[in-house]
């Protein structure tokens, strides 16, 4: 079974990182700069790894951000409950979607620095394309390979909307906190684990700009190691001055 679990980390890492680091890092917060390269690989084919338009995430995104935990919040666990999340972020991806094809300000004014187009796939109504070619890829490697291994990797690449739940239900929600901010945002270090980084949700709106997401000594941030690892072979930069500051301090608090 040592091979069909490294199938299924292959394409879980790999959506998770085409969204934590290509859309939320960069075309979200601009907090990494991606080469011209992988930038436009991000743009044209980040729809086709995680079925999510890159555009219309990074704009549901920035309106999360501005009404965070609010009653126009695209996805908050304060309004729907941690058990109406994947339904609530669905239903908002599909508005933002709509909003931004028929150019309504609402969403368009959420759109600086994204100079590209819906992606594709959306603009022709071909949505759901990602979700029947992942799947036909994994009965194909299931006939031809191992049935294990196809269902792997079905399930791995395809795991964006529960990475996305995690993070929506449990970072606002349930963990510590290291700042005293408005919102209800939370570092919860489970999901953080699972999820590049992204549970450390707290820090993250205290600091937006910031593209390491962890704070505290304790908390571990693999997402960032990758952007590291990025601009080390200069595929990204990092926007250093926008950086949350270190902490030898443990601050934090305990909610949920």
């Not at 935990?69 to 599909?94: A, C, F, M, W």
């Not at 004014?109 to 394309?129: A, K, P, Q, S, V």
């Not at 291994?149 to 079905?154: P, R």
């Amino acid at each position: 079974m040592i091979l069909p679990l490294l199938v299924f980390l292959a394409g879980y890492t790999l959506s998770a990182l085409t969204i934590t680091i290509g859309y939320h890092r960069s075309l979200a917060h601009n907090a990494v700069k991606l080469h011209p390269i992988l930038h436009r690989f991000v743009v044209v084919f980040g729809n086709w790894i995680t079925g999510l338009d890159p555009k219309g995430w990074s704009v549901m995104h920035r309106r999360h951000h501005a009404f965070s935990d609010t009653d126009k919040d695209p996805h908050s666990p304060v309004n729907v409950g941690i058990s109406g999340i994947l339904l609530e972020q669905l239903r908002s991806y599909e508005a933002t979607l709509r909003g931004l094809a028929r150019n309504d300000p609402e969403y368009t004014r959420y759109t600086e620095g994204l100079d590209f187009e819906l992606n594709w796939l959306n603009r022709h109504r071909l949505w759901w394309l990602p979700y029947l070619v992942h799947p036909t890829c994994g009965v194909l490697l299931a006939l031809a390979v191992d049935p294990w291994i196809g269902l792997a990797w079905a399930m791995g690449i395809l795991s964006h909307p529960i990475q996305g739940g995690m993070v929506n239900a449990f970072g606002h929600s349930i963990g510590g906190r290291n700042f005293d901010i408005a919102d209800e945002s939370t570092n919860n270090s489970l999901v953080a684990v699972l999820i590049a980084g992204e549970g450390y949700q707290n820090n993250h709106h205290a600091w937006p700009d910031s593209a390491k997401f962890s704070y505290l000594p304790r908390e571990v941030d693999w997402g960032f190691g990758v952007c590291r690892l990025l601009e080390s072979v200069g595929l990204v930069t990092i926007n250093s001055a926008g950086l949350i500051p270190e902490s030898s301090q443990a601050a934090s608090h305990t909610v949920g």
